[in-house]
C-alpha cells in the first residue's frame, strides 16, 4: 500500500533519464585468514552501533574462491546491490568458496542467490559443505522465496508485462499505455529480491582456523550460486523452561512436523492460562498454518535454533475481515478493535513463514495483532511478509534480540498508536520493504525507541523510516546497503501520518553503502532523508552524534515534492556532533524552503560541493528559500574545499541536480583530533 502512490509519483525534478551508476572496485585483497565484518566494515569502525548478534560475519567477496568476484556496484536490480557490502561470490558448477573460522563454531548461515525458473516461482539447486576437506552435508538452496519483478506490488511472473502500463515508469520517463508508439519493456522488468539464506547446524564444534567450503556441485543444476556472506556462530545447548511448564506435545503437538500442531497449541495455551503456567516448545518442527491467538500467555521455546514453528500459506475460501485472503504461520495479538491482547510473552524459537508474494491487505505476518505490556525475545522470523507488524493502540511492547531475515515486506512496524514502546538488539536482513518503522497513521506513535539494531539491504525503502509521531528515539542503531526508494534514515510526513510533533531523536547511529539513487526522481537520495510530501515538518529534531560512511550520494537531504514545494516547509531540524565520512556528492542537499542548524558536523573525502542548495526552486535574488544556521566548529570537506564554507551561507543557491559522482575512499578510522 505505502509505495504505490510514490512510484505512480512523477517528479518535475528531473528534465532527464540518466545512465545506471556503478562504483569502481575497492574490494579487499583476498585472503585465506579470517576477515570478520559488521555489514562489511570494519568492527572498529561501527563499536557499539548496531546489535550484539551471537554470529560473526565473513564476506565471500574477501574470502578463498576460484569463483568470481561481482561487484562492488550499487544499481538497483542487479546481484551486487543487493549483496552485503555490494559485492558477493559468483560460482559457476565445480566452484567453490572457502571460509576460515574466525571463532569457534557449531553451526552457520549462508546467504546466496540462485537463478528462478524461467516462467517464475523458483528452483532448488544443492550446495556442498565440507569442514577442512571432509564433507559434510548438501544444502538444499532455493529460489522460491526470492526474485520478485515489476512494478509494485510485484510479480513472480518473470515474462509479465507491465503490471500497471497507465502507470509512469523511470525506465520510459513516460506513461507507457499513454505513449505512442508504446516504449519496448526489457524483460524480466525491474528482477529483485535475489537473496535468500539458510541456516545449518553443524555435526559438532569446529575451531578458529577450521575451514568451511561451500561448492557448487559440477552436476549442479543452477547455472551459477552466488554467495554473499557466511555467518557462524556457537549456539548453546536447547533451554527448558525455569518453572514447570504446559509442554505443547503433551497436547499432541508433533515435533517431526508432519502433522499439524496448531489445534494442539491452542489447548496447550488454554490449560496453560487455566494453571498460570508458561508454555514450552521442546525441540522440534511443528506445523502451524494459521495464526495462534495469543493474550495473557507465555511461549517459550528451546532456542531458535531447536524450536521451529513452521507453516504453510493456505488460501481462504472466504475473505476474513481484517481483509487477508490467505493465512500463515504466525502469533497474534487480538486486533485492537477486540480490546488486543496484553502480558504475552513470546522467547526462543524460530517461525518460519511461506510467503511468496506481496499482497497488501494479508495478514501473513510472523507476529501480529497488538500486544501490549509483552516482551519478545530470541526469535529467528524467516520468509513471512512482515517480521512482526503491529497495529495499535497499544503500549508497552519490548522486542529485544531477534533476528528477522528474508522479509517480503517490512522487518517491524509499530502501526496506529503504539506507544512507550522499544526495538533493541534486533538484526534485520533483506526485508522488502522498511526495515525498523513507526507509522502514525491515525494516531500517532510516541515515546518509542529503536536502539541497537542492524539493518542490512533492504531491497526496497529504508532501513529505519518514521513516519510521523512524538517524542520518538532512534539511537546506536546500525544501517547498511539500502538499494531503492528509500535510504538509511528517513523521516517522512508521507502515507496519511500524523504530524510529527514534540521531539525526534536520531543519535549515535551509523550509516554505510546509504544514499542511494531515487530512479523515480533521478537524483541522489541522503543517507538521511527528510521528507515533507503531505505537511510541514516542524517538530523539533535532534540528529546527534551519528556517523554517515560512504554516502553513494549524499550524506543528508531535506527535501518535498515538486507540485507541493511551496505549501510545505522543513525547520528545526538540528544536526550537531555528527560525522561525515565519504559522499559521492554533497554532505547536504537542500531541496524544500525551511532551515536547519549545524554544530560540530565534521565531514571529508566530500565527493561535490558541500551544500547542494536548491531551496524551493525559485532561485530569487534573495537566495534559496532554505537556511543553513552554522553554529561553529563545521569542519572539513573535500576537493571543492571546507563543506561549509562562508560563502555557502546563509543561503547561496547551489543548485544542481546532478553532480558528477566521485566515489570516496573506504571508511577509516576518524582523526578524532579535526
Ligand atoms: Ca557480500
Not at 224 to 253: K, M, R, Y
Not at 457 to 486: K, M
Request: hydrophobic share 35%.
Amino acid at each position: 500500500m505505502k509505495f504505490q502512490e510514490f512510484l505512480s509519483r512523477t517528479s518535475r525534478f528531473v528534465l532527464c533519464l540518466t545512465a545506471s551508476y556503478a562504483l569502481p572496485l575497492y574490494a579487499a585483497p583476498q585472503t585465506d585468514t579470517a576477515s570478520v565484518t559488521r555489514a562489511a566494515l570494519d568492527p572498529s569502525l561501527v563499536d557499539d552501533r548496531g546489535a550484539n548478534a551471537h554470529f560473526v560475519e565473513q564476506e565471500a567477496e574477501n574470502a578463498v574462491t576460484d569463483g568470481t568476484i561481482i561487484g562492488p556496484a550499487r544499481t538497483a536490480y542487479t546481484l551486487p546491490a543487493e549483496a552485503s557490502g555490494r559485492a558477493a561470490v559468483k560460482l559457476l558448477p565445480g566452484q567453490y568458496v572457502e571460509f576460515t573460522l574466525p571463532k569457534a563454531a557449531n553451526a552457520i548461515t549462508v546467504r546466496y542467490s540462485i537463478p528462478d525458473s524461467p516462467t517464475g516461482g523458483g528452483i532448488t539447486a544443492p550446495l556442498d559443505v565440507s569442514v577442512n576437506g571432509r564433507s559434510l552435508v548438501t544444502m538444499t538452496l532455493t529460489s522460491q522465496y526470492s526474485w520478485l519483478y515489476n512494478q509494485y506490488p510485484f510479480s513472480n511472473d518473470p515474462n509479465a508485462g507491465l503490471l500497471f502500463p497507465d502507470q509512469y515508469i523511470t525506465e520510459c520517463a513516460c506513461v507507457p499505455s499513454a505513449t505512442t508508439p508504446p516504449p519496448i519493456i526489457t524483460k524480466p522488468f525491474r528482477p529483485n529480491h535475489f537473496y535468500d539464506e539458510q541456516r545449518l547446524l553443524l555435526d559438532h564444534r569446529y575451531q578458529p582456523g577450521d575451514k568451511i567450503r561451500l561448492t557448487a556441485p559440477a552436476s549442479s543444476n543452477a547455472a551459477w550460486t552466488v554467495i554473499d556472506l557466511l555467518d557462524s556462530e556457537l549456539v548453546g545447548p536447547p533451554q527448558h523452561p525455569d518453572e514447570p511448564a504446559v509442554n505443547v506435545q503433551l497436547f499432541g503437538a508433533d515435533p517431526t512436523g508432519q502433522r499439524d500442531s496448531a489445534d494442539a497449541f491452542d489447548t496447550a495455551i488454554a490449560f496453560a492460562k487455566l494453571r498460570h503456567r508458561e508454555v514450552y516448545l521442546p525441540p522440534g518442527t511443528y506445523q502451524v498454518n494459521r495464526h495462534i491467538l495469543v493474550d495473557n500467555v507465555t511461549i517459550e521455546g528451546a532456542g531458535n535454533w531447536y524450536t521451529i514453528v513452521k507453516g504453510h500459506q493456505v488460501t481462504l475460501s472466504t475473505p476474513l475481515p481484517d481483509g487477508s485472503v490467505h493465512t500463515g504461520v504466525g502469533f497474534y495479538g487480538k486486533y485492537a478493535a477486540d480490546g488486543g491482547s496484553s502480558n504475552v510473552h513470546l522467547s526462543g524459537f524460530a517461525i518460519e513463514g511461506d510467503v511468496r508474494e506481496r499482497i497488501d491487505s494479508d495478514q501473513v505476518n510472523g507476529i501480529g495483532g497488538a500486544l501490549s505490556n509483552s516482551t519478545i525475545e530470541g526469535l529467528y522470523i524467516h520468509r513471512t511478509k512482515v517480521g512482526m507488524w503491529f497495529d495499535g493502540p497499544m503500549s508497552n511492547l519490548t522486542v529485544h534480540n531477534n533476528i528477522i531475515v528474508d522479509q517480503i515486506a517490512d522487518g517491524i512496524n509499530f502501526h496506529t498508536g503504539v506507544t512507550n514502546s522499544a526495538v533493541a538488539n534486533t538484526f534485520v536482513r533483506n526485508t522488502g520493504d522498511d526495515g525498523l518503522a513507526m507509522w502514525s497513521d491515525k494516531i500517532e506513535d510516541a515515546n518509542n525507541t529503536f536502539d541497537h539494531n542492524t539493518v542490512q539491504t533492504p531491497v526496497l525503502a529504508n532501513g529505519i523510516a518514521l513516519y510521523g509521531g512524538t517524542d520518538n528515539t532512534i539511537s546506536n542503531n546500525l544501517v547498511a546497503d539500502p538499494i531503492r526508494e528509500g535510504s538509511g534514515l528517513q523521516v517522512g510526513s508521507r502515507f496519511g501520518a500524523q504530524p510529527f510533533t514534540g521531539s525526534l531523536w536520531i543519535t549515535n547511529n551509523t550509516t554505510v553503502r546509504s544514499g542511494p539513487f531515487e530512479l523515480n526522481w533521478n537524483i541522489g537520495l541522503g543517507a538521511i532523508w527528510i521528507y515533507a510530501l503531505e505537511g510541514s515538518i516542524n517538530a523539533d529534531i535532534e540528529v546527534v552524534g551519528n556517523s554517515f560512511l560512504d554516502n553513494t550520494y549524499n550524506a543528508i537531504m531535506l527535501v518535498s515534492d515538486f507540485p507541493v514545494k511551496d505549501l510545505y516547509t522543513i525547520t528545526n531540524v538540528h544536526f550537531k556532533d555528527d560525522r561525515v565520512d565519504g559522499t559521492g556528492t554533497s554532505v547536504v542537499s537542500a531541496r524544500v524552503a525551511g532551515s536547519a542548524s549545524f554544530e560540530n558536523v565534521d565531514a571529508r573525502n566530500v565527493g561535490a560541493v558541500g551544500v547542494n542548495n536548491c531551496g524551493s526552486f525559485h532561485f530569487t535574488p534573495a537566495g534559496s528559500e532554505f537556511t543553513l544556521i552554522a553554529l561553529g566548529s563545521n569542519d572539513g570537506g573535500g576537493t571543492t574545499g571546507p563543506w561549509l564554507a562562508p560563502w555557502e551561507l546563509p543561503n547561496t543557491i547551489t543548485c544542481d541536480d546532478r553532480p558528477p559522482v566521485v566515489p570516496p575512499p573506504p571508511p577509516y578510522p576518524w582523526d578524532t583530533s579535526l
